[in-house]
């Protein structure tokens, strides 16, 4: 089984994600199924129908989430000695040399990747650029849109 690499701080949410589908979802979507049973006629009773659907769903969240967990591979990139490279999990500042902007990533594991809030998949073009990189170098990201040329201002272990 391949394991796939996650932050701690994504396993922690997928953790907390599970004991609430656990805890409060399943019991509260199985209130309301034996709730809208009561109402008789099951066929066409549309309550129930959406109800046993959403239970369908937290079901099959729940069997996502407990796979992910069993083939994780957790890295605390605050424990790791990466002699000033890039890592999987460091935080990482790039400068876009043409258009002098600066922006912040975290270099995370696939399920976690969220780029709303700057959180990319080590698979992703930007971050294999910059892996075991330092700061200071500049890398070149091909993209879409042509290449695009980063500097590293700052890398973070956090």
Known sequence: MQRHPMTKEGADALQAELQKLKKE???TISNAIAEAREHGDLKENAEYHA????QGL???RIKQIENMLG???IIDVT???PNGK???GATVTVLNVETDEEVTYQIVGEEEADLKHNKISV???IARALIAKE???EVVVKAPSGNIDYEIVEIQYI
């Open 123 to 125: 698979n992703s073009p």
């Open 79 to 81: 424990k790791l000695n």
């Open 51 to 54: 109800a046993r659907e959403q």
């Open 135 to 137: 700061e200071g170098d």
């Open 58 to 60: 937290i079901e099959a």
């Open 71 to 73: 083939r994780v591979q």
């Open 86 to 88: 890039v890592v999987f």
């Open 25 to 27: 979802d399943r019991p």
